[in-house]
T-cell receptor, first 113, second 114 residues
Framework: GNSVTQMEGPVTLSEEAFLTINCTYTATGYPSLFWYVQYPGEGLQLLLK?????DKGSNKGFEATYRKETTSFHLEKGSVQVSDSAVYFCALRGGTSYGKLTFGQGTILTVHP | SQTIHQWPATLVQPVGSPLSLECTVEGTSNPNLYWYRQAAGRGLQLLFY??????ISSEVPQNLSASRPQDRQFILSSKKLLLSDSGFYLC?????????????FGSGTRLTVV
């Protein structure tokens, strides 16, 4: 079945540092890939997505590229802010579980001033 | 535009008491609906999903049940809560069909069983 593996956290950075959160997946076919963000005490918000190989999703300075050859969808941001502190979830939809979203375990990001 | 409402936002219930969490979606028809639970410090676990009125699929055996009495209403229930039912419960919807689309989540209910 489908699975998503994220780098273990928590990740702690200083403001303006470069961020990478690794995400790899296992799925058959051509799943769609997503990054969701959860701010403290809130539900999940879609941050960005990519629906086919080599697509780059981007939003709020965050980027992720759908790499089918390495089955990866790593999240990056060139300069993080304190307001980016949140939990980030990588997810996929499709493959053997059409319609259902499979999440990674989440990565806690804390950005200090 | 589509919106999803989930309530209550927080709930403290004694062990053995019943539970009812409600989720409604506006601005769309025949959505797929989902209930997730997020235990403290852990990831998201899919509990139930529904592709139509009265159609419920359970992902994990547990002390909870779900119902979909109307097209855009999804209810999570329990007859007797356990301590282990504590967590953050999230409702979500998605369009059918469309593996390319993501889910839209509600703001969640934080349940504490005491």
């Amino acid at each position: 079945g489908n699975s998503v593996t994220q780098m273990e956290g928590p990740v702690t950075l200083s403001e303006e540092a470069f961020l990478t959160i690794n995400c790899t997946y296992t799925a058959t076919g051509y799943p769609s890939l997503f990054w969701y963000v959860q701010y403290p005490g809130e539900g999940l918000q879609l941050l960005l997505k990519a629906t086919k190989a080599d697509d780059k999703g981007s939003n709020k300075g965050f980027e992720a590229t759908y790499r089918k050859e390495t089955t990866s969808f790593h999240l990056e941001k060139g300069s993080v802010q304190v307001s980016d502190s949140a939990v980030y979830f990588c997810a996929l939809r499709g493959g053997t579980s059409y319609g259902k979203l499979t999440f990674g375990q989440g990565t806690i990001l804390t950005v200090h001033p | 535009s589509q919106t999803i409402h989930q309530w209550p936002a927080t709930l403290v219930q004694p062990v053995g008491s019943p539970l009812s969490l409600e989720c409604t979606v506006e601005g769309t028809s025949n959505p797929n609906l989902y209930w997730y639970r997020q235990a403290a410090g852990r990831g998201l676990q899919l509990l139930f999903y529904s592709v139509g009125i009265g159609q419920i699929s359970s992902e994990v055996p547990q002390n909870l049940s779900a119902s979909r009495p109307q097209d855009r209403q999804f209810i999570l229930s329990s007859k007797k809560l356990l301590l282990s039912d504590s967590g953050f419960y999230l409702c979500a919807w998605s369009l059918v069909p469309g593996a390319g689309g993501g889910y839209t989540f509600g703001s969640g209910t934080r349940l504490t069983v005491v």
